[in-house]
């Protein structure tokens, strides 16, 4: 059975920092991409920075893009998320999911699930 559990969420204060932790069992993991999505209330889920565990290569949207930095340790089939300079709107509940062979960061294409994290910066 594949399970993607994510931990690190929290509340913290605007400018400051978490840790996200995405840990993956049942699964090859260096066959596949993973991915952190988030959901704010109302809002869709998007896809906000993806890594490939066999080449590393990673995405980041524009939103995230110098302030997140994603990173994997494939001898513990555990993906990390830094969240530095946190702002208001980056409250959510954070979600991994993992892609077998792919590279995106594409809602619709990920094979599985966490249950997600949440995160709230307060102001």
């Known amino acids: 059975e594949v399970q993607l559990v994510e931990s690190g969420g929290g509340l913290v204060q605007a400018g400051g920092s978490l840790r996200l932790s995405c840990a993956a069992s049942g699964l090859t993991f260096d066959s596949y991409a993973i991915g952190w999505f988030r959901q704010a209330p109302g809002k869709a889920r998007e896809g906000i920075v993806c890594?490939?565990?066999?080449?590393?290569?990673?995405y980041y949207a524009d939103s995230v893009k110098g302030r997140f930095t994603i990173s994997a340790d494939n001898a513990k089939a555990t993906v990390h998320l830094k969240l530095n300079s946190l702002k208001p709107d980056d409250t959510a509940v954070y979600y991994c999911?993992?892609?077998?062979?792919?590279?995106?960061?594409?809602?619709?294409?990920?094979?599985?699930w966490g249950s997600g994290t949440l995160v709230t910066v307060s102001s």
């Open positions: 890594i490939n565990t066999r080449d590393g290569k990673t």
């Open positions: 999911a993992a892609q077998y062979g792919g590279y995106g960061c594409n809602v619709n294409g990920m094979d599985y």
